[in-house]
């Protein structure tokens, strides 16, 4: 069966600091991996997918970066975190973008 | 665009059914996710529907009408732990999957 894995659960960042958050996913190969960020008491906003080593799709502008160094492992990144970047970021992996998307646990950012 | 709308909260009773309501514009529709979420957890899938009608799973059922650009997600014998945010989620050509707020289901004994 399939797993994903995201970590760490918690993160407290200062205001500038930089972040990596990494997911990864066993049991498959070449999923579909996407990450999200969800405000409190709002839907998930998109913000990276991949379809492919190599291949991110950005959907939108900020300070973020996403990678895939490796078919089953994405990370989310950023060189200097600002305040609006505090959220709860979720992972997740689809067989084919018409197939159900599971979450990794999430990660809670707190940006002070 | 995509626009999605749901409740943004809705209340029932331990036992009773509840309907939860998801309207969308978009162009190039695939598919409509329903999904489930705990407070501070990660959503979980629960319904898929593509083609128009109903699809039934347990205490579950979710109906789609694409002409409308509307789907509901069906919950019979509600129990306390069915308390919960319920996230319509429309799919596009494009491959990518656009989410609603969420709509917040209290239920109560």
């Not at chain 2, 665009?1 to 749901?6: A, K, S, T, V």
């Not at chain 2, 009408?65 to 997600?73: D, E, I």
């Given at each position: 069966s399939q797993t994903i894995h995201q970590w760490p659960a918690t993160l407290v960042q200062p205001v500038g600091s930089p972040l990596s958050l990494e997911c990864t996913v066993e049991g498959t190969s070449n999923p579909n991996l996407y990450w999200?960020?969800?405000a409190a008491g709002r839907g998930l906003q998109l913000l990276f997918y991949s379809v492919g080593i190599g291949q991110i799709s950005s959907e939108v502008p900020q300070n973020l970066s996403a990678s895939r160094p490796q078919d089953r492992q994405f990370i989310l990144s950023s060189k200097k975190l600002l305040l609006s970047d505090s959220g709860f970021y979720l992972c997740a992996w689809s067989f084919e973008s018409n197939q159900p998307q599971h979450f990794g646990d999430g990660t809670r950012l707190s940006i002070l | 665009?995509?626009?999605?709308?749901?409740p943004t909260e809705m209340t029932a009773t331990e036992g009773a059914i509840v309907q939860i309501n998801c309207t969308y514009q978009t162009s190039g529709f695939n598919g409509l996710f329903w999904y489930q979420q705990h407070a501070g957890e990660a959503p979980t899938f629960l319904s898929y529907n593509v083609l128009d009608g109903l699809e039934e799973k347990g205490r579950f059922s979710s109906f789609l009408?694409?002409?409308?650009?509307?789907?509901?997600?069906l919950l019979k014998e509600l129990q306390m732990k069915d308390s919960?945010?319920?996230l319509c989620a429309v799919k596009t050509n494009a491959g990518k999957s656009t989410f609603g707020d969420?709509?917040?289901l209290t239920v109560k004994p």
């Open positions: 999200y960020r969800q | 665009g995509q626009n999605i709308d749901q009408s694409r002409s409308k650009g509307y789907s509901y997600l919960a945010s319920y969420g709509t917040t």
